[in-house]
């Protein structure tokens, strides 16, 4: 198992120019301490692309991904020029990480309709992989028709050369369904709420996904991130990604279809993960936050001491996970050095778990 970190995206306070670079600082930290990779999500505030070129400049062994680039917010196109750009920039350490977002920013942010995700994101990895072959783009498909058949426009092929000879694609995906496409078309998974004790219920979609398409579970690599609290008692821990989770489970997607809600649910979380969304959507945030159960949290996220963690470092590795992301919490209302003091106690907790 490889060790990686996610940074997330820049919102509210974040956004000011000194914590943004702080925020930034991480990457060369986790490059020093011998991460694997650093990940870069987008939703509506900063987008991925941007900082991966600055990371790109900073940095030179450690991985860069993005965790994810939105399929609404890009034509296939413009999403494999950006992938070989950064390829570039980065002498070949990019992975590609995608994602169909949800209705609300999907439709309220890009204007983009949220339908036929499946079918979409396999069209989209077709056209993308495509043109990182650089072949001339020929598609045929219901989504994205290339070149247009009624239009003056010819087949174009990329014009710059990716050092990477096969970028590898990641997906970010939730329910069984985007799970099994996961396994059938993708080189990775970007899971969130993942848990060693629930894992096969996600990982057999994976895996059927992959044998359907003559492949394997070994042949990609599991990739969730997963937050991490460092402190003497784990429960007081756990408090520090409580709105982290109501905010999910309660506020990412309607009522009727929240996929983190969804998942909290097959996890045997029915009445609890009904209860959060329910305050939530009410603007009861701080209720709905305590309601997130204790045992939800422990589940999906990494709290306490170090030896306690690399006791769960161990259970992720048992589970199948090859890369390992964390999303550093900090206990109470920290500061930058309390971050990066974070960012080391989860290097000294892996190697102490011994699973690399």
């Known amino acids: 198992m490889r060790l990686g970190l996610n940074l997330g995206y820049w919102s509210g306070a974040d956004t000011t120019p000194a914590v943004a670079q702080a925020k930034l600082d991480l990457a060369t930290e986790a490059e020093r301490l011998g991460y694997s990779a650093v990940w870069v999500a987008e939703a509506y505030g900063s987008d991925a692309a941007t900082v991966l070129g600055y990371l790109a400049a900073r940095t030179t062994t450690i991985d860069l991904g993005a965790a994810v680039f939105q399929i609404p917010a890009r034509t296939p196109a413009m999403t494999a020029m950006t992938a ?22 999907s439709e309220g942010w890009h204007g983009v309709r949220f339908d036929a995700p499946l079918a979409r994101t396999r069209e989209y990895v077709e056209i993308v992989r495509q043109a990182l072959r650089r072949e001339k783009l020929h598609h045929q498909g219901k989504h994205y028709p290339l070149p247009l058949p009624d239009g003056p426009g010819k087949p174009l092929h990329l014009q710059v050369y990716p050092p990477s000879e096969h970028l590898p694609v990641y997906l970010a995906s939730i329910g069984p369904r985007n799970l099994e496409l996961t396994g059938a078309i993708a080189d990775g998974w970007l899971g969130i ?43 007081e821990c756990a408090d520090a990604v409580r709105d982290n989770a109501a905010l999910y489970l309660g506020g990412m997607g309607s009522r009727e279809k929240n996929f983190y809600n969804a998942q909290a649910r097959r996890m045997g979380f029915e009445r609890e993960a009904d209860q959060v969304q329910q305050l939530y959507l009410e603007r009861k945030y701080d209720d709905a936050a305590q309601a997130v159960p204790l045992e939800f949290l422990d589940a999906t996220s990494l709290l306490g001491p170090i030896d306690r963690i690399a006791d769960r470092l161990q259970a992720y590795a048992e589970a199948g996970v090859g890369t390992l992301n964390i999303q550093p919490f900090a206990a109470h209302q920290g500061s930058h050095d309390e971050t990066v003091a974070t960012l080391r106690a989860a290097a000294e907790a892996f190697n102490k778990a011994g699973v690399a």
């Open 193 to 235: 709420f993942f848990s060693p004790e629930h894992a096969d219920d996600q990982l057999r979609h994976v895996r059927a996904g992959a044998e359907g398409a003559q492949r394997s579970l070994a042949d990609i690599d599991i990739a969730p991130s997963v937050p991490l609290v460092v402190g003497d008692d784990w429960r």
């Open 84 to 105: 070989a750009t950064l390829d570039i920039l980065s002498n070949g350490r990019f992975r590609l990480g995608l994602g169909v977002s949800g209705p609300v920013v």
